[in-house]
């Protein structure tokens, strides 16, 4: 058993101490991008508060080290660690998801995730991709949701798609959010990037290419009028949150930013598959 521990403690420390790139872990204020829904992550790695009076829901969870920023967020923001009820993952590679064991303990919030992702995130560790040697803090799910599943806290309902490919468990959320008398339909996409994930032979993830199809096909299929990723990079909210002016339209939102995003990520991927198929590395 002391070895399992003495495993353990150096397995966490991996996740910690991979390198990782800056914007990663420099911190970012926090901002409301629409209605109750707000950016609560670092420069990069997105981590969204969606408030209610009876309950706030969490997505993603961001690294280990960059905990104390998120919650410190979250305070700044005027609400409390104890008012989150749901924590919710998009997927379960460590840049999202390592965070969440500690968000988990200091919130006392129910964790839910799909099922294809749930032997990752207990395990802290994927088998396959270029974060396989990564180890993050284990953290357990509560409820395994379905596709199409709608799970709740307080008045925040959220409406889970199973969009796998990227992990086996890749999950898109959506939600509604209400804006000067206006309901808009907010998506958080889990990503559809090949990330440096094997598509050919891939012994671990056999369907990955079929999955990575199916899921960029619903997504374009899909209508949301706010854009929201698990990376900033994806979307540039700094940029949109310093567009934003009184009294004009809010920049958050546009209609057409998942079609466009799609696009752009259906092409990347079949330039990368192409290039694997001809034998080249991912
Ligand atoms: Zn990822």
Redesign the pocket.
Known sequence: MKFLAAFAALAFASAAQAAVPAEWTAPQAPFRIIGNTYYVGTKDLAVYLIASPKGDVLIDGALVQTVPQIEKNIAALGFKLSGIKLILNT?A?Y??AAGLAQLKKDTGARFDASAGDKPILEAGAISFGP?ANVHYPPVTVDHVVKDGETVSAGDVHLTAHLTPG??PGCTSWTWNETESGKTYRVIDIC?V?V?GNPLVNNKAYPRIVEDYRASIAKLKAMHADVFLA?HAGFYDPQGKEAARKAGRPNPFVDSAALQNFMAKAEAAFDKELARQQAGEKP
Request: proline residues 9%.
């Open positions: 997927h590679h840049d999202h974060t990227h992990t990503s990037s990330a698990p």
